[in-house]
């Protein structure tokens, strides 16, 4: 009597494995935007820390008198910044706090071990008062300067954290929120369009 095979034919493996790639083809992009949408919530919060904190510090500074200001007026870098906000105390976190997605996360407390490469943000300088709601960071993957009008925004597509995909903003007052697609435009970026302030947008 002739034995019955039971194994897959070519053409049933074929299928099989046309099947696998056309669900691979549908779910990567989906599990993707989905980590990059958690990595955007993550930077969001981290950046809303940074603004409390050196609120906070320069409170401290005009109650107590004392001569460290942690208001950025005239950073060359917003990593040297980060720095000084770390060594006098006005965050207790490593470096890697600093990081993003896609960037080199320097998970230690000493200066020298952090550069710009692993620095997510830009920082803008208020070099006069700006009012509330004026952007005071956001991640580098955005635009070179502090939009003063409704134009679009063109997001930065080789640059991490996020490349085209948003990017996040941190206003003065404390507000923080990751923007995208259609919310790209200067009046969500910086909603005061303060156009009697005097900014200077440093990178990492």
Do not use: H
């Amino acid at each position: 009597m002739k034995r019955k095979s039971v194994g897959f034919t070519l053409i049933e493996l074929l299928v099989v494995i046309a099947i696998i790639a056309m669900l691979a083809a549908i779910l990567v992009p989906a599990v993707n935007k989905a980590l990059v949408s958690a990595a955007m919530v993550q930077t969001t919060s981290n950046g809303a820390n940074i603004y409390k904190s050196a609120f906070a510090g320069q409170m401290d500074d005009v109650v107590l008198g004392g001569g460290y200001s942690a208001w950025p007026s005239n950073a060359v870098t917003s990593t040297e910044y980060f720095i000084s906000l770390v060594t006098s105390g006005v965050m207790t976190v490593s470096f890697d706090f600093f990081s993003a997605r896609g960037l080199p996360a320097r998970k230690t407390s000493d200066p020298s071990q952090f550069d710009g490469a692993g620095n997510a943000w830009n920082l803008v300088n208020y070099l006069s008062d700006p009012k509330e709601g004026t952007t005071w960071l956001y991640t580098r993957n955005g635009p070179d300067a502090v939009p003063m009008n409704n134009s679009p925004i063109q997001l930065k597509a080789d640059t991490e954290p996020f490349r085209d995909a948003g990017m996040v903003v941190v206003l003065k007052g404390g507000s923080a929120f990751s923007i995208k697609t259609k919310q790209l435009t200067g009046e969500y970026m910086n909603p005061a369009q303060d156009s009697a302030a005097t900014l200077q947008v440093v990178g990492p």
